[in-house]
């Protein structure tokens, strides 16, 4: 099993920038990639990045960037120049399949997630 746990979420302003983290424990070896997903109340959770965590190329969306410490079991994802339309509850998944995925059931593991709300 893998465990998630992501962190920095809070209130702030518009044109500011914010950085998440999510560390994993449990069986990390496993893990193939982590991706970030964002939630806004009932709606679909929609993909923001991606990073595989021994290489290879990441996917991250406009103003969305990822970034791994693989020693720290850590990936972040930073957020530049936040609109209020950036108000979400943000996750970080964990896949095991090989390849490198926005779709969420590529993702076997969540975080709880982290709100995000950004003040106009």
């Known amino acids: 099993q893998v465990q998630l746990v992501e962190s920095g979420g809070g209130l702030v302003e518009a044109g500011e920038s914010l950085t998440l983290s999510c560390v994993a424990s449990g069986r990390t070896e496993s893990i193939y990639g982590v991706g970030w997903f964002r939630q806004v109340s009932e709606k679909e959770r929609e993909f923001v990045g991606s990073v595989p965590v021994r290489g290879g190329n990441r996917v991250v969306k406009g103003r969305f960037t990822v970034s791994k410490d693989i020693s720290e079991s850590t990936v972040d994802l930073q957020i530049r120049n936040l609109k209020p339309e950036d108000t979400a509850v943000y996750y970080c998944?964990?896949?095991?399949?090989?390849?490198?995925?926005?779709?969420?059931?590529?993702?076997?593991?969540w975080g709880q997630g982290t709100q995000v709300t950004v003040s106009a």
């Open positions: 998944a964990a896949t095991t399949l090989n390849l490198i995925s926005d779709e969420v059931t590529d993702y076997s593991y």
